[in-house]
């Protein structure tokens, strides 16, 4: 699967591990107002801690705003808001016993550290029992929101495991994780996909491609079933001629990739009194040379060299795309970028001298909805 998006943020805040325990405060008192325990150390998404005293009665007191105290007998509980800052912070807090001995704690926070690397949309087979990890390194705890109940989020050590119910609806389906702390603003939406045995062919409603001069293009289309030949749809409206074809290609063992045959003929075209067969060939170039060609073989085999491959792929808002791709066929020095639609005087040969010109070029073909 393709069309990865990547998300990442990183702030520096205070990144060394601590324990929680009496060496994590620091106290001092005026008349020797002893302290048993002052668990402290907060984490920047904020916490409960608590700071016990030898005595039986204690009151407390504090000038920072980003903690609230509640005292009861010998223990005083404090609680600290999530820091949003990256610079860590501290705050003194003053405990006074019954017979005026007092003690001095401060209470540290790290400061945010925000480090989760995440892509805009997941992609999952209809029977996927993997799950996808996406790395976090934050010091903190988002919240999380799930759309859909066949997604499931938990935390994990290397960041977050998402996880899908194999899809027995039969169709495509997308839905989201929303990802959020509230204390930094932060807001994060990603999108997850999950394959049906149907794939959406019958939802695609765009074609968008350019020309070799780098002009753009989109047209209505409309896909509907070969009811002819198994696998296979045709795609109405890019040509005014007839139908593009496109074929499942079992040879690659997967359930997302589809082609045209070399020397496909959506019909035919008359041009001043002269009829010409039209056949899709593979736009090819040499990535070293520049220099382009057009295959001119002819044949319906799915392993054929030549072939148009599509891939299902998904966009950044998890919308399924039948997507041009380069074909893996070919020799490392040529690369391909889409479909020309040239005009052959022969009805049924497709030798360079029987080609008379290009009718159509479709490079960089794509179908969405």
Known sequence: MKK?????????GITSIMSCGEDDATYDGIEALTITKADVLFGADGGEGSIIASTSTVKAATDAKWITLSADGSTVTVKAQPNASMEARSAKIVLTADDGKTANVTATQHGLLLALNAKDAYLFD???????IIPDKSNIIFN??????WIHIEKVDEGYSVSVDPNESGNYRHG????????AQ?????????????????SLTKATYEDEAGNKYQKD?????DNAKENTYL???????GDLSITYNASTKNMVEYYVPAGYSPGNLTEDETTYTLRCLMSAYNVNTGNRHYPTAVTTQATNAYRMAFEWQVDENAMPILNYVRNNALAATYSTDGIIVCKFSSPTGASQGARKGIAYEFLNLKFTY
């Open 186 to 202: 932060f807001k994060k939406t990603i999108n997850i996909a999950q394959w049906g045995a149907n794939l959406p062919f019958t």
């Open 221 to 225: 289309i409309t896909v509907v079933a």
């Open 4 to 12: 990865i998006f990547c998300f990442l943020v990183l702030l520096a």
């Open 144 to 149: 999380f929101e799930v759309s859909d109940d």
């Open 126 to 132: 209809m029977s996927m029992n993997e799950s996808a």
């Open 235 to 241: 795609i109405k409206g890019l040509m005014a001629e």
């Open 176 to 183: 989201s994780i929303k990802l959020s702390f509230e204390a």
